[in-house]
């Protein structure tokens, strides 16, 4: 669930027993920039739900009517972990539509919701859960925000990692300030 996808929608509140993923995003300019998804696995490393991944991801584009192809098969630097952990290859157009969204056109806080669900919307076995905030800049740059939860664990804030796959110093504020909270 999306809860405040800018300054212009009302946040809402989590409800406890869910995780919330947040982060500052700051729209960039050209090709190749403001892709991004947010995804949980399990400790095995599967899929468990994906949150949201960008509409250019997910369908792509077309500039002549035709059907476009997905964003990700030629653009490959396009969230490239999110792609091979989620299998998109093998996702059918309904099931991308699930939690595809619009790339966000104004800058703002996102925040993701996540309640220990699955993506059939079961309710997850207890355990230890891995969640993903990657971001793909200007094409090239790609970097990932992870963490672990513990569903049944007390509420509080929970620390992040970031991690590159490559770096580069341009755009690369495209997301700060990654949070996630245990509510």
């Known amino acids: 669930m999306v809860c ?10 989590p409800k406890a027993g869910s ?17 991004y998804a947010v995804w949980i696995e399990n400790e095995a490393g599967q899929v468990v739900k994906t949150l949201f991944v960008t509409e250019f991801t997910s369908k792509g584009r077309s500039r002549d009517g035709s059907k476009p ?5 030629y653009r490959t630097s396009c969230v490239p972990t999110w792609v091979q952990h989620v299998g998109a290859e093998n996702l059918t157009d309904e099931q991308m539509d699930a939690f595809t969204g619009a790339t966000p056109a104004e800058s703002g806080v996102q925040a993701f919701t ?3 669900t699955d993506q059939a919307g079961q309710p997850v076995a207890k355990g230890t859960y891995r969640f993903y905030v990657e971001a793909t800049y200007n ?18 804030d929970l620390p992040v990692e970031t991690s590159y796959i490559e770096k580069s110093d341009e755009r690369i504020d495209m997301i700060t300030d990654v949070k996630a909270r245990k509510q």
């Open 114 to 116: 996540w309640d220990f």
């Open 69 to 73: 192809a997905r964003g990700y098969t």
């Open 139 to 156: 094409g090239a740059s790609v970097v990932t925000h992870s963490g672990t939860v513990v569903s049944g664990a007390p509420a509080g």
């Open 19 to 35: 995780l919330e993923i947040s982060f500052n995003y700051n729209k960039q300019a050209g090709p190749g920039s403001n892709q």
């Open 4 to 13: 405040g996808a800018s300054a212009l929608v009302a946040a809402c509140t």
